[in-house]
């Protein structure tokens, strides 16, 4: 006798909830040769915007808490990841399609992106800030500081890539998405992430392991669905502070960088591929503060 | 302790009308207990059902400017500053610096000593007396709580209304109420009924707190809501603020369930105001069905209904914002208070 499957729907990851989308829509989500893996929620803009409402909130907390921690945190992640490889390349290889020896690689390059970033988490500002000469009996001290909440479209293209080290890789899903989150989180920043759409497992996953670990509620935000739907709401919300559209290159992103315009969004434009670890992203969504003080005259 | 059942109560003109000319606590109590139960199950179920109701795109663009126009703008803190008071009187004169068409709210409330410095905020733009402009309601009565003495509390009273209160909202002694001294409650509330009284023979607006979250039934909301109405109360009005819970959609209802019935009464329209825990447009647009719903439209107006709240303006400014940018706004597009 066979055993009856459970197809299973999957929710959002709103606020360290997993709440339905507010449209109550969702979409099958289906491997490469076409065959039903699961449901998925498919986000509205109000989703959208409620998922900016929890990372404002999540914000304040999330960027006074220390460096030091903000790493450890983010090495919690990589940790956990590790811990449950098996589920991702699984869901990987059900979804991208590939052997399972290419979704071990993109498990593996994903954990070293966690760590990597999470290695930064209390160095950056040590790089990117600086102590300025001024004419004058001051200390000139310029340090970088999270902008606030980034929106960000997760890299979506299957067509895969390859590894610094040169290693095919059949799909990103997974490796995609570690590679824009983790720069914009460890600086302080909450995300408004939305996840590749066709194959969102691997992200739906994630979230079940960023609920599990040390990442407080509402500092990232993974929304399924269309971007092409959801991304113009998040471009034009007075309250994003930063848009990254590593993964718009199918959308409109002009008109996307147009709207985003309108609030002096910091943008970041689309990237083929996978974007390689850098410091170049963890500063782009951080603001210079400068500081005076005064130098003691005796 | 034995009540004294004879006692006559202070004259009130519609508890008169209504109990007759020989007004006893006795007759208050046979009154307010005769009433009927309250189906709690039912309300909370017609409640419920009247929360559902889909409001959008013009309907919604209506609802939010009148909810704007119904809301006492409160600050209510022991922090609370003339600086403060400006503030809030600026914000009520131009809730949305952005947008001209923004409507201006109906009241500013305060505590009484902050009265003289809502009065000079507001300059031309107070109501004083007339029906044009925004009023000024000062809490009195040793709000929040309501534990002082009936000389300090008419003193109160008397006091704000001198600074030029056009609104003063009272709270009734729970502690009496709840130990069955109707007489106390009713009395208390004819006695600052008639401080409200101001030089000209006028009367500043009553509203009369019960502070159902500490009321226990619905039941003895019923009761109160009765006893503010009979002993001459304007306005019922659910909560201080203070108190969890505070305005909930079922009390807001039963209440006006009382107005309602008063109104086939006597014909004589009283007012409601939820106060405390509103802070979202969706919520408040609940309440506006609700009270469409229960005693018609003709309700919503500031001489019969207001929202009593201060963090509710900004997120219906935001809505409104929504509506007429096509784009969400945020919390840098209003005023943080």
């Known amino acids: 006798m066979s055993r009856l499957a459970i197809p299973k729907t999957y929710k959002l990851y709103i606020g360290g909830k997993f709440p339905r989308s507010e449209s109550g829509r969702t979409y099958e989500v289906v491997s490469r040769a076409g065959g039903f893996l699961a449901n998925a929620a498919k986000a509205s803009r109000k989703d959208a915007r409620d998922a900016v409402v929890a990372a ?29 490889r098996a589920q991702f390349i699984e869901e990987i290889v059900a979804s991208e399609g590939g052997t399972a020896a290419s979704a071990s690689k993109q498990v593996d390059a994903a954990v070293d992106v966690w760590v990597w970033y999470a290695g930064w988490a209390d160095k950056y500002v040590q790089v990117a800030g600086n102590g300025n000469a001024v004419s004058g009996p001051y200390f000139n001290l310029s340090t970088p500081e999270p902008t606030g909440v980034v929106a960000i479209i997760a890299p979506q293209s299957l067509s895969g890539g390859s590894l610094s080290g040169g290693a095919a890789l059949a799909g990103n899903s997974l490796l995609g998405l570690a590679s824009v989150v983790a720069p914009a989180v460890l600086t302080g920043n909450t995300v408004v992430v939305i996840a590749n759409e066709s194959a969102p497992l691997s992200a739906i996953s994630l979230s079940e392991v960023l609920a599990t670990s040390d990442v407080p509620g509402g ?62 992203r963890i500063v782009a969504f951080t603001e210079t503060k400068t500081v005076w003080h005064t130098k003691s005259l005796i | 302790m034995t009540l004294e059942q004879s006692v006559s109560l202070a004259p009130a003109e519609r508890a008169i009308q209504l109990l007759g000319g020989d007004l006893t606590e006795r007759a208050l109590r046979l009154h307010l207990e005769g009433l009927s ?22 309907s919604k663009a ?24 400006r503030s809030l009187a600026s914000k009520a004169m131009t809730p949305d610096a952005g947008d001209p068409t923004t409507p201006r709210v109906a009241a500013v409330c305060v505590y009484g000593d902050m009265v003289p410095f809502a009065v000079e905020a507001l300059g031309a733009a107070h109501s004083a007396g007339t029906d044009r402009g925004i009023n000024i309601a000062a809490v009195a009565t040793a709000f929040p ?33 709840l130990s069955g001294r109707y007489g106390q409650v009713f009395d208390e509330i004819v006695a600052v009924k008639d401080a409200c009284r101001r030089a000209d023979g006028t009367y500043a607006h009553l509203k009369v707190i019960l502070e159902t979250g500490e009321l226990n039934t619905y039941d003895n909301v019923r009761r109160a809501s009765w006893l503010g109405i009979l002993a001459g ?49 969706k919520d408040a647009i609940k309440y506006l069905v609700t009270v469409a719903e229960t005693v018609g439209e003709e309700w919503l107006t500031p001489s019969l209904f207001r929202f009593g709240a201060s963090s509710l303006l900004n997120d219906v400014l935001l809505q409104r914002q929504k509506m007429t940018t096509g784009h969400y706004s945020g919390p840098d597009y209003v005023t943080v208070d």
Do not use: C
């Not at chain 2, 534990?147 to 502690?175: F, N």
């Open chain 1, 56 to 84: 404002r909130a999540a914000q304040p907390g999330w960027a006074s808490a220390s460096g030091y921690n903000r790493g450890q945190v983010l090495y919690r992640i990589a940790e956990l990841l590790e811990g449950r």
């Open chain 2, 145 to 177: 709580s309501g534990r002082a003495s009936l000389r300090v509390k008419l003193a109160d009273t008397a006091d704000a209304v001198a600074s030029g209160a056009d609104e003063i909202d009272m709270v009734i002694d729970r502690g009496a109420f």
């Open chain 1, 219 to 280: 500092v990232i935000n993974i929304l399924t669905g269309s971007p092409a739907e959801i991304a113009p709401w998040l471009a034009s919300h007075a309250d994003v502070n930063a848009l990254d559209l590593t993964g718009a290159e199918a959308l409109e992103w002009v008109d996307l960088q147009i709207s985003a315009a309108d609030t002096l969004k910091r943008v970041l434009t689309p990237v083929s591929g996978v974007p390689a670890p850098s410091l170049d």
């Open chain 2, 37 to 58: 139960g309250v189906d709690a199950v039912g309300l909370e179920q017609r409640a419920a059902d009247l929360g559902t109701r889909s409001i959008k795109t013009t």
């Open chain 2, 62 to 85: 209506w609802a939010l400017d009148r909810i704007i126009e119904l809301i006492d703008l409160t600050t209510l803190e022991g922090a609370d500053t003339p600086g403060k008071v």
């Open chain 2, 233 to 281: 109360g304007d306005f019922i009005k659910t909560s201080t603020g203070k108190v969890a819970p505070a305005a909930t959609l079922p009390v807001t209802l039963l209440m006006l369930e009382v107005v309602r019935d008063w109104r086939r009464l006597t014909g004589e329209r009283i007012g409601v105001k939820p106060a405390g825990g509103i802070r979202t447009s």
